[in-house]
């Protein structure tokens, strides 16, 4: 996990915890107070330049993007420093838009409708309507039992988990609350992670990744009761989950800079691929169809922040252009269409 705590005090996250978050029908699970009265964890991203005001409000509902061609693949990079969200064409790299101050988490595009749902830096997830021409805000908020969405999927269903950092609890959001917005429609708390970072569902299964007390990076399947461990990793510092068309598991380490794939049930030895990259990477996510793995990753070196977005091939995860820099976190990232797992 990069060895960097969140710069927020701790009078901040009460005062905005105590003011946004909705109150959900299922109790949260975690103690989130107990948090508040230290440093908060160590984020699986960087925050060295975190904007303290939160919640920006859109400027805008619809907001368009430069002309694609028909076909063209659109990454979607959510930057935590600068609280935009960039799109990219991933055929040349360049920006074709991007949505201002909306942002500053997790991101998800439902493979099912092409819904975008962003993490915003406060405990609320904003959805919107997504085209190769644009974005359209549909005014639909979903409220978080507590925390911050770092992770965000959609299952089969239409229903929508996210992570609420910083703790153990993943919360759902069943179709009929996505389709109007709300508050957590059930929270559950993972007894065998102490932080969860990341989710990412395959039909209505949903797994999860995050730090154990024993300091280990930990990969579990969501369960009625809790969680069922799948895979505990000494030394990792994973920031990414993704699954391919196969249902391999595909996460990264960024100690050291690897790759590793996990075949189902996600129970055996990984194959193993590495990579370099001049940051640790804070992101990944296949194509539509599965040939490409799109990263960012964050520079804290020089004393000075900067971020990249950049291909893969997969199955053979060998570097690939374009790419394209930022000069600030750009910690997660979406590609639409997405691929159905």
């Given at each position: 996990?990069?060895?960097?705590?969140?710069?927020v005090t701790a009078a901040?996250?009460?005062?905005?915890?105590?003011?946004?978050?909705?109150?959900?029908?299922?109790?949260?699970?975690?103690?989130?107070?107990?948090?508040?009265?230290?440093?908060?964890?160590?984020?699986?991203?960087?925050?060295?330049?975190?904007?303290?005001?939160?919640?920006?409000?859109?400027?805008?509902?619809?907001?368009?993007?430069?002309?694609?061609?028909?076909?063209?693949?659109?990454?979607?990079?959510?930057?935590?420093?600068?609280?935009?969200?960039?799109?990219?064409?991933?055929?040349?790299?360049?920006?074709?838009?991007?949505?201002?101050?909306?942002?500053?988490?997790?991101?998800?595009?439902?493979?099912?409708?092409?819904?975008?749902?962003?993490?915003?830096?406060?405990?609320?997830?904003?959805?919107?309507?997504?085209?190769?021409?644009?974005?359209?805000?549909?005014?639909?908020?979903?409220?978080?039992?507590?925390?911050?969405?770092?992770?965000?999927?959609?299952?089969?269903?239409?229903?929508?988990?996210?992570?609420?950092?910083?703790?153990?609890?993943?919360?759902?959001?069943?179709?009929?609350?996505?389709?109007?917005?709300?508050?957590?429609?059930?929270?559950?708390?993972?007894?065998?992670?102490?932080?969860?970072?990341?989710?990412?569902?395959?039909?209505?299964?949903?797994?999860?990744?995050?730090?154990?007390?024993?300091?280990?990076?930990?990969?579990?399947?969501?369960?009625?009761?809790?969680?069922?461990?799948?895979?505990?990793?000494?030394?990792?510092?994973?920031?990414?989950?993704?699954?391919?068309?196969?249902?391999?598991?595909?996460?990264?380490?960024?100690?050291?800079?690897?790759?590793?794939i996990f075949a189902k049930?996600?129970?055996?030895?990984?194959?193993?691929?590495?990579?370099?990259?001049?940051?640790?990477?804070?992101?990944?996510?296949?194509?539509?169809?599965?040939?490409?793995?799109?990263?960012?990753?964050?520079?804290?070196?020089?004393?000075?922040?900067?971020?990249?977005?950049?291909?893969?091939?997969?199955?053979?995860?060998?570097?690939?252009?374009?790419?394209?820099?930022?000069?600030?976190?750009?910690?997660?990232?979406?590609?639409?269409?997405?691929?159905?797992?």
């Amino acid at each position: 996990m990069l060895e960097l705590k969140r710069a927020v005090t701790a009078a901040t996250m009460v005062c905005l915890l105590a003011g946004c978050a909705g109150t959900s029908q299922f109790a949260p699970a975690g103690n989130l107070n107990a948090q508040s009265t230290s440093a908060l964890p160590p984020s699986p991203r960087g925050l060295a330049n975190l904007n303290q005001t939160f919640l920006r409000a859109p400027q805008q509902k619809f907001y368009p993007f430069k002309k694609t061609k028909p076909g063209s693949t659109l990454a979607f990079v959510n930057d935590e420093g600068t609280q935009d969200v960039y799109v990219l064409d991933t055929a040349t790299g360049d920006v074709v838009g991007t949505l201002n101050g909306v942002g500053g988490d997790g991101l998800a595009i439902s493979p099912y409708n092409g819904q975008l749902a962003i993490g915003t830096l406060g405990p609320t997830i904003s959805l919107w309507t997504v085209t190769t021409s644009g974005a359209t805000s549909t005014g639909i908020t979903l409220n978080l039992s507590s925390g911050f969405a770092n992770g965000i999927t959609y299952d089969s269903k239409g229903d929508l988990y996210a992570t609420d950092y910083p703790s153990s609890n993943i919360d759902e959001f069943d179709a009929a609350v996505v389709s109007k917005g709300g508050s957590a429609s059930r929270t559950y708390a993972l007894p065998d992670l102490q932080y969860v970072y990341n989710v990412i569902a395959s039909g209505t299964k949903v797994y999860a990744a995050g730090t154990a007390a024993s300091g280990n990076w930990d990969i579990a399947e969501l369960t009625k009761t809790g969680d069922k461990v799948l895979q505990s990793i000494s030394g990792g510092s994973e920031n990414g989950l993704a699954l391919d068309k196969k249902q391999n598991l595909i996460t990264n380490n960024n100690k050291p800079q690897e790759f590793e794939i996990f075949a189902k049930p996600y129970t055996g030895t990984p194959r193993i691929v590495q990579y370099q990259a001049a940051g640790p990477l804070s992101g990944i996510a296949l194509n539509s169809n599965g040939t490409q793995l799109w990263t960012t990753s964050i520079n804290f070196g020089g004393g000075s922040l900067d971020g990249d977005a950049q291909p893969f091939s997969y199955p053979e995860l060998s570097e690939q252009t374009p790419s394209q820099t930022f000069g600030e976190e750009p910690i997660s990232i979406a590609l639409y269409p997405a691929l159905k797992p």
